[in-house]
């Protein structure tokens, strides 16, 4: 998503109508019957005000003018219920428009989340995905108040204006055009205002989920802000947000309440109008004090639906802003979706083909060119090549997260262009080089391999990625419950763990990222025998990091620069001692288990380091 000095501000009316009808048209029809019902109680609310006013007449004329002392009785009444009608039916808007708000904020939360779940790696390579939660968080509250705000203002507050208008008139059609006087100058210092809201508004959205942001980063990654001791250079960074974030809030205080003075100053001249427009006639003194009294009273009642309506366009506009960044995400399409008619990916065998692939990410530069080689049945098939090579490219081509520019990879001869992605991602479990850890149990962690396996099921992975004995040393066993990241458990505990899940899910084939981070040699024993035993009978594709995982491969591929230079099995490879491979051995070797990414090509420039490629990615 882009952050707020790229997106438009909409300075057309018909467009805030056209987003209050979007969310009705999605949303209206579930709540038609508490908005009716709400409808109805505003309306008494609004009927019930003007009735106040027009009562007031009868109270001086009859009461106090005429002394009527029949009807005395029957106007307390009639306030009294009036007060009653006017208690009750505040109370049932309040809490079914609260209802439907509440419910509102739950639906859309949840279309975020299946939203978010459906979008590309594309898309999240470009979002900072704390910001994006922090964003939806603040807009997802917005929206609640949206169409509560609209009824609200509509069917109470502009309602009871005009009944109490009417009452004006009707009472006093000189005096009423006095008080009007002030509402073209209150109209047009709202509109103005507005428009300045509306651009800070979205201004302090983004502001603010860039602090939430950085607060969330920030947390997560605490042992490096540690390690580096980058606690002082943070707090300068945050302590520059958290202004910013001050300062525009702040703002959004001036320009919103500047409304409030204008709007007394205004409403002064206007009653101060009307008492002596009223006093200097009243010295004529033929017309009993009635009329005046239930006029006043009608102008009184009607500052404050007045004021309301004037604010609550300034709420509305904060809204809007809320509900329109929500559609920017909302309407972001998914780019690659299934092939129309695409089947189910079948896997009799589970034979994975590369032919002539080549592939850019999005506005980069090539990464791989025109890769082709075989990656057998049940056989390992090891990946080496220098950091930067394509390596992890190549895995996610396989998991189709992103598209290829030129040509197919098959499984058992199907192009998994042409399948379902469902089916294909069904069909392989995949092991990164940092396993992710989610909120949840232990049980919860291996069980996202396959949701309906039992417990049994999960218990028999965990023993054979060598897991259970350190499942059973946590407090609660298998249910432990894991915290963010999992960071209580060891980096071979994790990786023992994935592998458990990989193993639960049994699928065909098998893609693996080695971690590169080197285990004690206990633990790397452990995880090579969960290794051995996720592999077996598996199609493996392996981005091998040790050279013990590359001598035991089937077969060996050598990328260099996105290009496949060698393959061939590891005798093979050795037989020729200046190609690419035969070199990557020899350094290997003296260095005993050191890591491929280590070494780099002889051709291979410099500079290409992970950092460097982070930089590259970002840029
Ligand atoms: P390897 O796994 O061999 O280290 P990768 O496949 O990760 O190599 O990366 C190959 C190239 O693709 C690198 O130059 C890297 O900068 C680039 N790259 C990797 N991931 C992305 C991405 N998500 N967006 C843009 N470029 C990327």
């Known amino acids: 998503m882009a952050s707020g000095g790229k997106l438009k501000i909409s300075k057309n009316p018909g467009e805030v109508i056209a987003v209050i009808r979007r969310v009705l048209a999605e949303n209206g029809r579930d709540y038609i019957w508490h908005y009716v019902f709400a409808t109805v109680c505003l309306l008494a609310i609004a009927a019930t005000t003007a009735f106040s006013a027009w009562i007031m007449r009868n109270v001086i004329d009859d009461i106090f003018y005429r002394q009527r002392a029949d009807l005395v009785a029957l106007i307390a009444f009639a306030v009294a219920a009036a007060f009653v009608v006017r208690g009750l039916a505040t109370y049932g808007q309040a809490v079914t428009l609260a209802k439907v708000g509440n419910n509102l904020v739950a639906r859309y939360q949840q279309r975020l989340f299946e939203h978010l779940l459906k979008l590309d790696l594309a898309f999240y390579s470009e979002t900072r995905s704390s910001h994006l939660a922090a964003q939806i968080n603040q807009n997802v509250v917005g929206i609640r108040d949206l169409l509560g705000m609209t009824l609200t203002s509509v069917a109470r507050d502009a309602v009871s204006l005009v009944g109490l208008v009417a009452v004006m008139i ?309 249910d432990t419950p894991l915290g963010e990241n999992g960071i209580t458990l060891s980096g071979g505990q994790r990786q023992r763990l994935s592998l458990a899940r990989a193993i639960l899910r049994n699928a065909p084939i098998l893609l693996l990222d080695e971690a590169t981070s080197a285990l004690d040699t206990q633990s790397e024993a452990r995880v090579q025998q969960a290794l051995d035993e996720v592999m077996k009978g598996r199609t493996t594709i392996v981005i091998a990091h040790r050279l013990s995982t590359v001598i035991d491969a089937g077969h060996i591929v050598v990328l260099e620069h996105g290009r496949v230079v060698e393959e061939g099995t590891h005798a093979a490879l050795m037989a020729a001692p200046s190609g690419v491979y035969a070199r990557f051995h020899s350094v290997q070797s003296e260095r005993g288990l050191g890591l491929v990414d280590d070494v780099k090509a002889p051709a291979q420039p410099e500079e290409t380091t992970a950092d460097v490629r982070a930089d590259r990615r970002k840029a």
Do not use: C, W
Not at 304 to 327: K, T
């Open 170 to 478: 009707l009472q006093d059609p000189m005096l009423a055009m006095i008080g009007l006087l002030i509402g073209p100058p209150l109209v047009y210092t709202v509109n103005k205002l507005m428009r300045r809201l509306r651009r800070v508004t979205r201004e302090s959205v983004d502001v603010n989920s860039r602090l939430i942001g950085a607060m969330q980063e920030a947390t997560q990654g605490i042992a490096i802000v540690k390690a580096f001791t980058m606690e002082d250079q943070l707090s300068a960074k945050m302590a520059k947000l958290v202004a910013d974030a001050e300062y525009r809030s702040n703002k959004i205080a001036r320009v919103s309440e500047r409304l409030t003075p204008i709007a007394e100053m205004l409403a002064g001249f206007a009653i101060a109008g009307v008492i002596a427009y009223a006093g200097y006639r009243a010295t004529s003194g033929i017309q009993p004090p009635g009329s005046i009294f239930a006029f006043i009273t009608a102008l009184l009642l009607a500052y404050d639906p007045a004021r309301r309506l004037a604010r609550v366009q300034v709420g509305l506009e904060r809204s809007l802003v809320n509900a329109r960044m929500i559609y920017e995400v909302l309407d972001i399409e998914p780019q690659q979706g299934d092939a129309p008619g695409a089947g189910k990916l079948s896997v009799p065998a589970g034979d994975v083909r590369f032919e002539g692939v080549s592939f850019a990410y999005p506005g980069g530069e090539r990464v791989l060119d025109d890769v082709t080689f075989d990656a057998e049945a049940g056989r390992t098939t090891a990946i080496v090549g220098a950091s930067g090579a394509g390596k992890s490219t190549l895995l996610t081509l396989l998991e189709r997260f992103y598209d290829l520019d030129a040509g197919r990879i098959t499984i058992d001869g199907t192009d998994i262009a042409s399948v379902t992605k469902h089916s294909l991602r069904q069909a392989m479990a995949y092991v990164t080089q940092h396993p992710y850890l989610f909120e949840g149990t232990i049980r919860d962690n291996i069980r996202y391999g396959r949701p309906d396996a039992s417990n049994a099921e999960v218990e028999e992975a965990a023993r054979r990625a060598q897991a259970e004995d350190f499942i059973l040393q946590q407090p609660q066993g298998y």
